[in-house]
Nanobody
Framework: QVHLVESGGGSVQAGGSLRLSCTAS????????MAWFRQAPGNEREAVASIYTGGGSELYVDKGRFTVSQDNAKNILYLQMNSLKPEDTAMYYC??????????????????WGKGTLVTISS
């Protein structure tokens, strides 16, 4: 069974940095998408970054102050977050999907989710 576990969240002041990790296990797909999402109270869940892996290729998508990466074994997903702002406060989730690419991203129709790690940025 697929198992995703996030770690690395915490409380930091604005301008600080955090690196989130997602350990993944229980799948052997040759084509897949790994992605980060976040959700603040009262808001919709928002895609943050993704990595598509398949056909001997990788496609990375991330936004601004955030950088997505994975280790050589491709079983750990990272999200490096720099210059954090209070509006970055949210639960951050790791997710796995089928690897369908559309509009330059693969973060659609995700099938499995971790339980999340809380990021709190104070001013």
């Amino acid at each position: 069974q697929v198992h995703l576990v996030e770690s690395g969240g915490g409380s930091v002041q604005a301008g600080g940095s955090l690196r989130l990790s997602c350990t993944a296990s229980g799948y052997t797909d040759s084509r897949y998408c790994m992605a980060w999402f976040r959700q603040a109270p009262g808001n919709e869940r928002e895609a943050v970054a993704s990595i598509y892996t398949g056909g001997g290729s990788e496609l990375y998508v991330d936004k601004g102050r955030f950088t997505v990466s994975q280790d050589n074994a491709k079983n750990i997903l990272y999200l490096q977050m720099n210059s954090l702002k209070p509006e970055d406060t949210a639960m951050y989730y790791c997710a796995k999907g089928q690897g369908t690419v559309a509009a330059g991203t693969c973060w659609y129709g995700m099938d499995y989710w971790g339980k999340g790690t809380l990021v709190t940025i104070s001013s």
